[in-house]
């Protein structure tokens, strides 16, 4: 695709329940991030997926957060028995090879909302 | 443990000035460093990437510069317009890594 494609855009959920958050990255980048940007703090990293390497999980808060990534392009992150803390944008970010070898490009977040 | 810092936190400015966002690291081995804006309730566009090897890059009214052994960059704006207005972030990439360490961000407001 032309862009990262993250859905939905909002979710709101009920404390305890389970959530999947969608990411499609750019065609042919190998490399895909997960971010998270709660209100008024900085971007926290959460895992990182390159080609069929093992992913880099260790910026995942808590057991309740896991993610995939199928095919080496859509990845899915869940949160399960989400809690009130939960609640952020999740941002996703692909990078390929190329001139600009490292640049990351994001999509424009998933707001979630635990009440 | 690499810190990036961004000052000032929140600048405003009339339309039509040139202005200055700084972004400074802790430790000054970088991969590369990328430049951000974000609009509110958006994800992030990138800017400007700069790699190691690099001093500066430009695009358009925008020119980024990098001194990797001062551990800085400076994110310039020519002319300012009220399109202008976001929060810009700054992120550095370490050499031993992959993964992005952002600043917090400067909010910029211009004034028409």
């Known amino acids: 695709g032309a862009g990262v494609s993250q859905s939905p855009s909002n979710k709101v959920t009920e404390k305890g329940k389970d959530v999947e958050l969608r990411c499609d990255p750019i065609?042919?980048?190998?490399?895909l991030y997960w971010y998270r940007q709660s209100l008024g703090q900085g971007l926290e990293f959460l895992i990182y997926?390159?080609?069929?390497?093992?992913?880099?999980k260790s910026g995942l808060p808590s057991d309740r957060f896991s993610a995939e990534r199928t095919g080496g392009s859509v990845s899915t992150l869940t949160i399960q028995r989400t809690q009130q803390e939960d609640s952020a944008v999740y941002l996703c970010?692909?990078?390929?090879?190329?001139?600009?070898?490292?640049?990351?490009?994001f999509g424009e977040g998933s707001r979630l909302t635990v009440l | 443990k690499q810190e990036v810092t961004q000052i000032p936190a929140a600048l405003s400015v009339p339309e039509g000035e040139n202005l200055v966002l700084n972004c400074s690291f802790t430790?000054?081995?970088?991969?590369?460093l990328q430049w951000f804006r974000q609009d509110p309730g958006k994800g992030l566009t990138s800017l400007l990437l700069?790699?190691?090897?690099?001093r500066e890059q430009t695009s358009g009214r925008l020119n980024a510069s990098l001194d990797k052994s001062s551990g800085r960059s400076t994110l310039y704006i020519a002319a300012s317009q009220p399109g202008d207005s976001a929060t810009y972030l700054c992120?550095?990439?370490?050499?031993?890594?992959?993964?992005?360490?952002f600043g917090s961000g400067t909010r910029l407001l211009v004034r028409p």
């Open positions: 700069i790699q190691s090897s690099q």
């Open positions: 970010a692909s990078s390929g090879t190329g001139l600009n070898t490292g640049e990351l490009f």
């Open positions: 065609s042919g980048h190998t490399a």
């Open positions: 997926f390159q080609g069929n390497s093992a992913p880099d």
């Open positions: 992120a550095v990439r370490m050499d031993s890594s992959y993964k992005l360490i």
């Open positions: 430790d000054s081995a970088i991969y590369n």
